[in-house]
Structures are given as structure tokens and as C-alpha cells.
């Protein structure tokens, strides 16, 4: 599908590309009679198949009336589900209130490091060199796209004062594109994280190349966690042996999630074994493709 495929202006057809082949990915799957996680592993983890794969929670939104004990709240509730690290938004009020937040959600689950933030692409550079500062001393898991995905420049002003890891991906649809971030942005290999989108990035036979380009700079799988809390990006977190993956319960309805019967302990969340993506294990989905294609 990538022949005569122009250089650039990637986002414009790289994720209806990306949707089709990775929907070739699960059509192959289920021929081979496999989960996906496994047909992965065999083609691009040397055949280590994954039992269960560590698994983070995205929370921490902005909700009109919110106190900060209702915050508190909702990361009990994914702390009591058998998650270990959970994910917030900042940005959306002014930082002395968003540092609040944090604090409030630190006093629930104890240590920076099983808490990350997440700025959505939204700060420029005196905002996001502020948040920076302010957030340094907390030592959180990561600051995650705390400016535009393609200012490299501010990227490597921030990793030259925020020891921490920051973490960036997801809106880069391309290896080009991966391939400059970590050439010019400053991010570092032996902490920072890359979070691509593979199906908004031409699917996963040109993941598996960044992937491939990553590991030549340095990078180790573990720092790699693909965008999406739902089947699919397990399936490819499990299959090439990355860091982990993320969960949205209650967010996207039932167009995200995972197999029903998937449990979260400790942390790690067991893998589906139907073939192919597995989307037969939530019904609710399954539902609606089957009457989609009646």
C-alpha cells in the first residue's frame, strides 16, 4: 500500500492506510487460528509470547464541579481495579490549581513514579518551560506532550531542565518523523518515552520498521508504549515486547476496552486468546460490528 507513496504530509493518508492493514494484520490472525499478541511475538519479538502485559490508566480529566476529593476518588477506584500507575491531564487550569491536582492524586498513590500528566500538544514554550520547572521536583513516571510534537527545539529546551522522562508520539505519523524527534528533540534514550499510534502510523509493518530505527539509536523496547486503550494497541504492546500499554475504562464506550473477561492485577493485564484482535471477546463491541456488516 506504501508504493509510490509521496514523501511528507503523512497524517493525510497514513491513518486509513494504517486502518486497513492492521484489519489485514487481524484477518491473517484469524486465518492462522491466533491471537495477534502471538502472530507478533513470532514475527517481531523472536517468538516471546506474552502472558500479560503491564497496564497504565488514563484519568484525571477535567469535569465541570470536580473537587479535588472527587480526583482523589476516581484513583482509588483504579488503584481498587488492580492498576499501579495512573495518568492525569494538566493544562486545562492555571498551574498553581493543576499542581493542586497533582498533589491531591500523590497523596493517594503515594510516589511520583507511578503517576504521569498528560498536556495534550497545548503549551508554548514559556507555559510548558513553566510546568516543567514545577513539576521537576515531583519526579513523575513522565510528562507527556507538554508542546507541539514537531518543536524539536522546544522538546530539547525542556529535556535540558526536566531530568525526568518526558513522553511524546502519539500525533507523529511516520518513521520519518520518529526519526527526527529523536535526532533533533533531545529526548534521551535511557529514560524518555515514545508513545506512536501504529494504526494512525501505516499500521504495524511500518511500526515494526521504527521500532527497528529506534533500537539503532539506542532506544529499548521497554521505553516504547503505543497510543490507545483498547484491543488492538494491547495486541501490539504484547506481540513486539514493549513497556506497556494504556487503559481509558469508561471513556470511549464500547469502542474501547478489552476483552471481558481480561483482568488488571498488579499492574498487568491478561491477554485475550481469540484470534486476531479478539474484539469477539467484548460483546458489546462485537455487537455492533456484526450489525454493521449484516
Not at 16 to 23: D, K, Q, R
Not at 57 to 69: D, F, H, K, R, S
Request: one cysteine or more.
Amino acid at each position: 500500500m506504501l508504493q509510490r507513496e509521496k514523501a511528507g504530509g503523512h497524517s493525510e493518508r497514513s491513518i486509513a492506510i494504517g486502518t486497513i492493514e492492521v484489519a489485514l494484520w487481524d484477518a491473517i490472525a484469524k486465518i492462522a487460528e491466533k491471537p495477534l499478541h502471538r502472530l507478533l511475538a513470532e514475527g517481531f519479538n523472536g517468538g516471546r509470547v506474552a502472558e500479560k502485559v503491564f497496564c497504565y490508566v488514563g484519568g484525571g480529566w477535567y469535569w465541570p464541579g470536580q473537587t479535588l476529593a472527587d480526583l482523589q476518588d476516581e484513583m482509588r477506584r483504579h488503584l481498587d481495579a488492580g492498576y499501579t500507575m495512573v495518568k492525569m491531564k494538566v493544562g486545562g487550569l492555571p498551574l498553581a490549581d493543576d499542581l493542586r491536582r497533582v498533589e491531591a492524586i500523590l497523596k493517594v498513590i503515594g510516589v511520583g513514579e507511578r503517576l504521569a500528566v498528560d498536556a495534550n500538544c497545548k503549551f508554548g514554550r514559556d507555559e510548558a518551560l513553566a510546568y516543567a520547572r514545577a513539576l521537576a521536583p515531583l519526579k513523575l513516571r513522565w510528562f507527556e506532550e507538554p508542546c507541539d510534537p514537531l518543536d524539536y527545539a522546544l522538546f530539547a529546551e525542556l529535556a535540558d531542565i526536566y531530568a525526568p522522562p518526558l513522553a511524546t508520539g502519539e500525533n507523529l505519523y511516520s518513521t520519518q518523523d520518529v526519526a527526527n524527534l529523536v535526532r533533533f528533540g533531545g529526548l534521551r534514550a535511557d529514560r524518555d518515552i515514545i508513545q506512536v499510534d501504529p494504526p494512525q502510523a501505516y499500521g504495524i509493518a511500518q511500526y515494526a520498521r521504527t521500532v527497528a530505527m529506534l533500537e539503532q539509536q539506542g532506544w529499548n523496547r521497554t521505553s516504547l508504549f503505543p497510543h490507545g486503550g483498547n484491543q488492538m494497541s494491547l495486541a501490539i504492546a504484547a506481540g513486539f515486547g514493549l513497556g506497556g500499554a494504556e487503559s481509558y475504562p469508561g471513556v470511549f464506550g464500547a469502542f474501547g476496552g478489552f476483552a471481558d473477561d481480561a483482568t488488571i492485577e498488579n499492574g498487568a493485564i491478561t491477554l485475550s486468546d481469540h484470534p486476531g484482535i479478539g474484539f469477539e471477546g467484548q460483546a458489546a463491541l462485537y455487537r455492533i460490528m456484526r450489525e454493521l456488516a449484516a
